[in-house]
């Protein structure tokens, strides 16, 4: 058996999630405004002044744009910084939204420094005492401390920097994962993809070199959420489900967004047998989203308004013809924190409504694709919209999403009527037309569409794949047989020069 994980605690993943939410044009005002409170609250109860100069500074910070402060003229005493080269990975767009803001007070920092200055000072003291009077163990007891400070006060370089010193002396297996992870952590809480590559590499080596079970399937989320981060949907998407049942990295995420990752992973990768195994029929998704989508499912209440980010440039045809309020399945908000009583959480875990996520899915699956795309408009606003590592692919994900339902329906038929088809997915015939057009162009659909004649039809054009093996065939045996003849004519020359 393992030891417990160590170095789980620090940085508060759920603060960069609120620094997300104050950048994002798609939140809730109430929602900028909690975000605003629950960074004020962190950064004085942890005394962070690091990620708060980061954060609030007049000239350097990354939310401050406007120079918003509360002490005096400081914000006109320097022209505005350049925004630091991380802050793309934070952020949703490039300031603040109106309406919320996280104040500079000069005063409140450097409070907040000379603590920090103060606790570091008594680390540093309880390193020497454990230099002169003990031994290893202590020290690398003090210098894990010290990590975790920097790392819990959001000064980013320093924590890196004193985790690899840590992870450079200790020579526990266990312990250098636990080091690895948590510098992961770090990456992904400041967006910075190429750290988070670098040391994900580095954990999967040392779990492979006798890792034991609870580091190996805790490696799994950490993977799984890095390839959702570079869009490598098929890749993360079996790492995820995977990690459901035996799910203990409550530091990195709640088990809610864990479903919800894993559900929009699998439903835009995964082939349709493996989506009916792995994702409609998954104990661990049924006993939440609902076996058939009834068992824990209630009327929508209201006309629920996809809103502007529900739905991309291209969907608004869709607008006129679907509203979610036709949709009758829909479950009650489910409170997973309970889940995750094993592991400290930074927070508790809201209450999320599930009941978009369970008709997307179901829809997909029965070929019911005017609640389908109902859905997805749902599923955009709000999960895609709303989530930091889901936000910036969700242009990508609802055109794959959009694409999968029409290879569905077309591999099926030989030929379809346009109208007919953009009837079963309640979207007009124009936007149907265009909308199959860019596929079709693509590559991605093997079909053509006849406008000339009538309304017009949709005709499938499916590879043959026997004649294709067939094909395959013979033209490796050609190139076989040339290859041999020029073999065989080498071996003539050779043998006629010996005589």
Not at 39 to 51: R, V
Not at 133 to 150: L, N, P, Q, S, V
Not at 171 to 177: A, E, F, S
Not at 436 to 443: C, N, R, V
Request: glycine residues 8%; aromatic residues 8%; neutral net charge.
């Amino acid at each position: 058996m393992g030891s417990d994980p160590q170095y789980a605690k620090w940085p508060l993943l759920p603060l960069s999630q609120h620094v997300f939410t104050l950048t994002n044009p798609y939140a809730a005002r109430p929602a900028q405004q909690a975000a605003v409170k629950s960074l004020q609250d962190a950064i004085s109860e942890h005394k962070m002044a690091p990620l708060y100069k980061y954060l609030a500074h007049p000239t350097d910070g990354i939310l401050n744009a406007a120079g918003e402060t509360t002490s005096g003229a400081a914000a006109q005493q320097k022209p505005l910084g350049r925004k630091p080269s991380t802050a793309a990975g934070m952020m949703a767009s490039g300031g603040v939204a109106s309406g919320a803001n996280l104040p500079w007070d000069d005063q409140v920092y450097q409070q907040l420094k000379a603590d920090n200055d103060k606790e570091l000072e008594e680390i540093q003291k309880e390193e020497d005492e454990a230099v002169e009077k003990a031994g290893d163990t202590e020290i690398m007891a003090a210098r894990g401390k010290r990590a975790e400070f920097f790392a819990k006060i959001g000064d980013k370089d320093k924590a890196i920097s004193a985790y690899e010193d840590v992870l450079e002396k200790n020579g526990i297996l266990g312990t250098k994962i636990d080091i690895v992870l948590a510098v992961i952590r770090m990456g992904l809480f400041y967006g910075d993809r190429t750290l988070v590559k670098k040391y994900v590499t580095k954990a999967k080596t040392l779990v492979e070199g006798g890792g034991d079970w609870d580091r190996r399937n805790r490696l799994k989320a950490y993977e799984g959420l890095y390839l959702l981060t570079v869009r490598s949907y098929n890749l993360a998407a079996p790492l995820l489900l995977d990690s459901l049942s035996t799910f203990t990295s409550y530091e990195l995420c709640t088990y809610s967004n864990l479903v919800v990752y894993s559900v929009l992973a699998g439903s835009v990768s995964l082939k349709r047998v493996d989506f009916k195994s792995k994702v409609v029929d998954a104990p661990e998704i049924k006993a939440i989203l609902g076996a058939d989508g009834d068992d824990k499912m209630l009327a929508l209440s209201g006309a629920i308004s996809a809103g502007p980010g529900a739905e991309d440039a291209e969907m608004r045809d869709v607008k006129s013809t679907t509203t979610p309020s036709t949709a009758t399945k829909a479950t009650t908000a489910v409170n997973l924190t309970t889940l995750g009583t094993g592991m400290d959480q930074p927070e508790t875990e809201m209450a999320i409504d599930f009941s978009s996520l369970a008709q997307l899915v179901n829809s997909l699956y029965n070929g019911h694709y005017k609640l389908f795309f109902q859905a997805l408009a749902l599923v955009e606003e709000k999960f895609l919209t709303q989530d930091r590592y889901l936000f910036e692919h969700r242009g990508w994900f609802i055109r794959e999403m959009r694409l999968r339902a029409y290879q569905q329906l077309l591999q099926s038929y030989r030929v379809v009527g346009l109208e007919s088809m953009a009837n079963d997915f309640g979207v007009t015939v124009d936007f149907l037309d265009r909308d199959l057009a860019k596929f079709i162009a693509g590559g991605r659909i093997p079909c053509t569409i006849d406008r000339v004649s009538g309304k017009g039809v949709i005709e499938t054009n499916r590879p043959d794949d026997k004649n294709k093996q067939y094909q395959d065939v013979v033209k490796q045996g050609d190139q076989l047989i040339t290859k041999l003849q020029k073999y065989g004519q080498a071996v003539r020359l050779r043998g006629s020069e010996r005589a």
